[in-house]
């Protein structure tokens, strides 16, 4: 991952002058991420849970994902602190497999919700209850736990291993992603029978904004990860660890965390309170 997950190994000789850069860098993504991320996501947490929105039933994984980007701000201020702290390292790599498996998680459970509500609307409404989606995120934080053990355990001595896992969970979870993109756009191409007027325009707007949806989560998915999959097969062909070369898959990871809580804040019109 970032200079949190590589900070323990043992770079290439660089000048001292190269490695203040990319500790500053890294320190100042992860503050900003703090500073701004944080109360982001909280507000739009809150939100969710005060009933400004649509409900919590209807947006119960936008809800899991905020949870889990505030886990990843709280990584960023346990990586700035460990400069001086070396007593947190263990819980700063504990919070890494949050970062590796908390959002493409919940994207994609946001983007299945979208490809059953469009390509199988029967299935979608017998699964639409609550408590199916609470099955679904409790299967999904099993898997972050273990995801947050298995960093724990790996990045230290096995970091080789890290980086075939960050980097075959990210195209396993964006294969799922195409494949619902495909198929809402095949969907939306098609009309259903009996389909007239103003029907099949509300339809279509319906298919529209799920296309989009998934197309954004999809396109954010590959900005988050295909940097780190990057470096991660750079350092799997090489065995060799550049910290510099994992600045810009933090920037962007940065970055694109900042997309969902923007989309929701502008459809439940929060986004002036925000600015």
């Given at each position: ?118 390509v199988h609307p029967v299935t979608f409404l017998k699964y639409k209850p609550l ?21 724990l355990f790996t990045i230290l001595k096995h970091y080789i291993v890290h980086m ?112």
């Amino acid at each position: 991952m970032n200079n949190s997950t590589l900070n323990f190994t043992l770079p290439e000789p660089s000048t001292t002058k190269a490695i203040g850069i990319v500790e500053t860098v890294n320190i100042c993504m992860n503050s900003f991420s703090f500073l701004v991320g944080l109360p982001t996501h909280c507000y739009v947490a809150w939100l969710i849970i005060s009933g400004a929105g649509n409900g919590v039933a209807s947006e119960f994984f936008i809800l899991n994902l905020s949870v889990s980007e505030i886990g990843f701000c709280v990584n960023c201020l346990t990586f700035v602190l460990s400069q001086w702290f070396s007593c947190i390292v263990a819980f700063k790599l504990f919070l890494i497999g949050l970062i590796v498996s908390g959002r493409p998680l919940f994207q994609c459970l946001m983007c299945v919700e979208r490809y059953l509500a469009v390509v199988h609307p029967v299935t979608f409404l017998k699964y639409k209850p609550l408590r199916y989606r609470v099955i679904c995120c409790t299967v999904a934080w099993i898997v972050i736990l273990g995801s947050c053990f298995c960093c724990l355990f790996t990045i230290l001595k096995h970091y080789i291993v890290h980086m075939w896992f960050l980097s075959v969970q990210f195209l396993f979870f964006f294969l799922i992603q195409l494949f619902c993109l495909v198929a809402v756009l095949r969907a939306l191409k098609q009309s259903g029978p009996g389909e007239r007027g103003r029907e099949r325009e509300e339809e279509n707007h319906m298919k529209r904004r799920a296309f989009n949806l998934i197309l954004i989560t999809t396109v954010t998915m590959v900005i988050t990860y295909a940097p780190y999959c990057i470096s991660g097969f750079l350092t799997i062909v090489t065995e060799k660890v550049f910290e510099a070369q994992w600045v810009p898959g933090l920037f962007c990871y940065v970055l694109a965390g900042f997309v969902q809580p923007v989309l929701y804040l502008h459809r439940a019109r929060k986004l002036s309170c925000l600015l």
